[in-house]
């Protein structure tokens, strides 16, 4: 995961799935903050199907930290 996330810092434009990738490579290296930033950012520019795993792994990242969304009540 170190070596990919290396080469995908080096790319100077970044699209939305190497953003994606990233924040997975963030992901199994325990880096979780960095691996939401990178998942929002693949968001810009995402497909509708790429949209879905990105939100996903949002979610599965925040499960990890311990951030849920709780709803509030009027």
Known sequence: YKKALEIY?????KSSAVWYN???CLYHLGNYIQALVAFKRAQHGATHVQRKAIEYN???TRK???VVDTPTSY
């Not at 810092?9 to 434009?13: A, C, I, L, N, R």
């Open 58 to 60: 949002i979610e599965q």
């Open 22 to 24: 990233s924040g997975n």
């Open 9 to 13: 810092s080096s790319m100077p434009d």
């Open 64 to 66: 990890v930290l311990g």
